[in-house]
């Protein structure tokens, strides 16, 4: 949680942290100084002391917004540093950070480093940086690092932003229901008034309408599977695909806030006037799956236990999963689901063999997501709810979506 | 431009590129694939030869879609890694790419790295990765990298798409100016059919659900600053404040194609009603600059001196510039314009001091955005519009639109 940062800097042994990037869309930015039109930014927190934001004089009101302490990045001159180091923007931007640190009086220590840029520059630099400074470690962390692990745990705010988009998903998930089934139907597919057929691509666009109409963003797009694809988690669908009664549509819907703030995610899967008994019975056992997992959910508890349990439950149900063939593409293919916040993809995760001491902590934000695939025969199946882990025990599904199967046609 | 990518990787000494990060909203992943629904890939292009893209066999179809040969990324057991080093992701990772780099006999030379990823994972896998293989050298540039350098100059294919994202900006400023001048005015303000004003807020709405319902994104949001705002160049302006009469507002709007393609960039300066004499004046002064600055535009000449000019036009008139002053914030206060691609801001730049062989080179797309600010008189005034540097000399606008100061209402 945010109010342990400094908690957490001193359990990872940092003195620092020094974040990189654009002021949106870009996760540890975003989650710092509440996100803002800043093209480039640099943020320094030192333990136990408030973050300092550096912003160029032009967006110094959008740095101003942030409500943080802001320092101008243009009295560094960079013109003159680029002068002095024959134009090499990399030695320039080090000498920079020399400047800034010293004036923050940053002269030793671990400082972590956190943000979103280019590996390049990221790498070019702060290599550059490392060997000016001795006297500090860079510390360039990834899957379980500090800002991460605060990020993991959400406050009360985070929670009704992550519930406030989850309401927003939800809200289209139903407009494209209505959406979809107030067509006519002719020979198994969906059609317009003027008979030509409607397709994935026109359904995605109304989508999109609304995410833009309800004031949020949908940056990672939408997968909206149909057939053979939805027997391919990650597969989007194919916008030119007519949609077609009978098959499984897999429809992973995950929004976020405008400008890159909080993500929701969910999946439903559906078929259109009719499922086949091959359909159902998947959709059976998925729906079996994700019941049992809910209902076992315990506060603090492993989340590799539940990846166990998911395997365990659907292997007894016939299907082959990454415990009894590791890389099958056919059953249960992928884990059961992974922390949600200012990245759709962040901490806890469910890896088989992760980390014990990854848990079911309070104010956790996790999906909860178990599916069949099976693409020889056009078939996918994944049912996904993001829940809140309560500091009471309770894991609430943050916006609520009803999990049928079958969408009757309106006519 | 793109066919010269391993002349450039030729003269920027560079054996190998590597890309890193996800599949959309990451220009130089989307520049070598054409972009795609990947959570995270990896590119490698050795001299010489086509790239091969590593992705996740849950992502498979979405990564054969690129066209470019793949390789499975999940057959490299991360999971069994990351047990041999005892959970360390950084050293797993490192572990993996020393795995992919032998598969692909890259065992020497340079390797320059590309992508948008967390900057303290590139840098602490990166230095791992070094350490670990003393025969290559991993190149982090910036600034003007190789693959900027290649991205700088726009094959026909890439101008066409600028020019279709240019088409939707104007028409949906066009929309824009529609929507704000058929509202009724009370009091010198904008006021809805129930007496309640326009906002800025409104009006933004209003622009990203055209930007939905023509298939484009508007990642960056939109500036749309007035009175004061408008004097501080990237205030994006108040959501808040209600439509006024007489005061200058900056509209400068950068949207892209869907799921982070290339951009178009474009600001028109608007006075609702009527403008003062003082914005009037500051207009003219702009206009001018403009027209001077665009009428003396030639191939291959160098960028650094399109910003001198901009400079000695503007002091003639009397106002402060980077040049004269260079800390203002009053008057020209930022450089004449920037590369635009699949980066917003990218090669080549306008800065005084930039390099001399910085140049408008045939296929260059540019912006030219001459400004005057003053803040403390509620004045801002901007017109930019992007032009393509054609190979046979002409400097064409790709997406017109009347560059008008005063928005007569329709009633």
Redesign the interface.
């Known amino acids: 949680m945010k109010s342990d940062l400094d908690t957490l800097m001193q359990s990872h042994n940092l003195d620092a942290i020094l974040v990189?990037?654009p002021g949106?869309?870009n996760p540890?930015m975003v989650y710092l100084t509440g996100g803002g039109?800043l093209?480039h930014a640099d943020l320094v927190k030192k333990r136990g002391e408030p973050p300092v934001l550096f912003c160029?004089?032009?967006?110094?009101?959008?740095g101003a917004r942030t409500g943080l302490t802001t320092r101008n990045i243009?009295?560094y001159?960079i013109?003159e540093l680029?002068?002095q180091y024959n134009?090499d923007?990399?030695q320039a931007?080090c000498a920079r950070y020399q400047q800034m640190f010293a004036d923050l009086g940053l002269a030793s220590g671990r400082v972590?480093?956190?943000?979103?840029?280019?590996?390049?520059?990221?790498?070019?630099?702060?290599?550059a940086l490392?060997r000016a400074l001795p006297g500090i470690e860079?510390?360039?962390?990834?899957?379980?690092?500090m800002l991460l692990n605060a990020m993991q745990t959400k406050d009360e705010q985070e929670i009704e932003r992550i519930r406030g988009i989850g309401k927003i998903a939800t809200k289209i998930i139903g407009n494209t229901a209505d959406f979809i089934t107030s067509h006519a139907v002719k020979d198994e597919l969906l059609v317009h008034k003027d008979g030509t057929p409607l397709t994935i691509g026109q359904v995605k666009?109304r989508i999109?309408?609304w995410?833009?109409?309800y004031?949020a963003?949908n940056?990672?797009?939408t997968?909206f599977a149909m057939g053979h694809?939805a027997g391919?988690?990650?597969?989007?669908g194919n916008a030119s695909d007519p949609l077609r009664f009978g098959q499984t549509i897999v429809f992973d819907f995950y929004p976020c806030e405008?400008?890159?703030g909080y993500y929701y995610d969910i999946t439903r899967t559906w078929c259109l006037g009719y499922a086949t008994d091959e359909a159902l019975a998947l959709y059976e056992d998925v729906l079996f799956v994700y019941r049992q997992v809910r209902s076992q959910l315990r506060l603090n508890a492993a989340c590799r236990d539940y990846q166990a349990l998911t395997c365990e439950l659907f292997e007894a149900r016939g299907h082959p999963t990454p415990r009894s063939h590791?890389?099958t593409?056919d059953g249960y293919?992928?884990s059961l689901g992974h922390g949600v916040g200012l990245y759709i993809?962040e901490l806890p995760f469910f890896?088989?063999?992760g980390?014990e001491q990854m848990r079911l902590a309070p104010g956790v934000v996790i999906t909860v997501e178990p599916g069949l695939y099976y693409p020889e025969k056009n078939l996918g199946v994944r049912l996904e709810d993001t829940l809140w882990v309560r500091p009471d025990g309770v894991f609430e599904v943050l916006a609520d979506y009803p999990q049928d199967l079958v969408l009757p046609m309106k006519s």
Chains 1, 2 share one sequence.
Do not use: C, W
Not at 56 to 62: D, I, K, L, Q, T
């Open positions: 990189i990037g949106q869309h540890p039109h093209t160029a004089s032009m967006e110094r009101e959008e243009d009295d001159r013109e680029l002068k134009g923007q990399v931007l972590a480093i956190y943000g979103n840029i280019d590996a390049g520059r990221a790498f070019g630099v702060l290599s490392q860079l510390v360039g962390e990834t899957g379980d690092s666009s999109d309408l995410v833009a109409e004031g963003e940056p990672e797009g997968i694809d391919v988690p990650h597969s989007t405008a400008q890159g590791p890389l593409t293919v992928h993809h890896r088989l063999n980390p």
